[in-house]
T-cell receptor, first 114, second 114 residues
Framework: AQSVTQPDIHITVSEGASLELRCNYSYGATPYLFWYVQSPGQGLQLLLK????DTLVQGIKGFEAEFKRSQSSFNLRKPSVHWSDAAEYFC????????????WGAGTKLIIKP | ETGVTQSPTHLIKTRGQQVTLRCSSQ?????VSWYQQALGQGPQFIFQYYREEENGRGNFPPRFSGLQFPNYSSELNVNALELDDSALYLC?????????????FGPGTRLTVT
């Protein structure tokens, strides 16, 4: 069965510092991979996705993620965070053999220090 | 273009009661997925509707049921409410059922069961 692990429940980063949020998945083949952001009172917004091809994908708001098959990882990065990036971030996996139902990690809450 | 909307925003029910949550999909989207997000967790897939038919279901009991209407709006019904049903219920619409279709999320309905 597919699973997604986000090892960090909370991460605190200073404004202007770089960010990396970790995501590991378990699936036998190459899944579809997603990162979403959830701000209080707002719906989940797609940051970026990986289906195939170039393993480094660019998303909105200056985020990027790299798919590493050998490590079963899809970590999210941003070179310089802004206070408005404070939110909860979710990694999700969609697999063909489950009709692409999304399996979600538990999320990482990003806290920005001024 | 109107995004995904959900009603009501908040709801308080008593154990054993029944509840109906509503979702209006984004214009042109024929697929609606429902998720349950318990506090501190990632969303869990409940089911998906495509052109008024259920098109996949997660690990939820039959007391969770749904409908999709000709205009592609959708309802989630939960019978015999239990305390553990307290959660944020998210609706997402998309242009199709495949994994490459982006899901657009509504802000959610916060259900509290007492």
């Amino acid at each position: 069965a597919q699973s997604v692990t986000q090892p960090d429940i909370h991460i605190t980063v200073s404004e202007g510092a770089s960010l990396e949020l970790r995501c590991n998945y378990s699936y036998g083949a190459t899944p579809y991979l997603f990162w979403y952001v959830q701000s209080p009172g707002q719906g989940l917004q797609l940051l970026l996705k990986y289906f195939s091809g170039d393993t480094l994908v660019q998303g909105i708001k200056g985020f990027e993620a790299e798919f590493k098959r050998s490590q079963s990882s899809f970590n999210l990065r941003k070179p310089s965070v802004h206070w408005s990036d404070a939110a909860e971030y979710f990694c999700a996996v969609g697999a063909m053999d489950s009709n692409y139902q999304l399996i979600w990690g538990a999320g990482t809450k990003l806290i920005i220090k001024p | 273009e109107t995004g995904v909307t959900q009603s009501p925003t908040h709801l308080i029910k008593t154990r054993g009661q029944q509840v109906t949550l509503r979702c209006s999909s984004q214009s042109g989207h024929n697929t609606v997925s429902w998720y349950q997000q318990a506090l501190g967790q990632g969303p869990q897939f409940i089911f998906q509707y495509y052109r008024e038919e259920e098109n996949g279901r997660g690990n939820f009991p039959p007391r969770f049921s749904g409908l999709q209407f000709p205009n592609y709006s959708s309802e989630l019904n939960v019978n015999a409410l239990e305390l553990d049903d307290s959660a944020l219920y998210l609706c997402a619409s998309s242009l199709g059922t495949g994994g490459t279709y982006e899901q657009y999320f509504g802000p959610g309905t916060r259900l509290t069961v007492t």
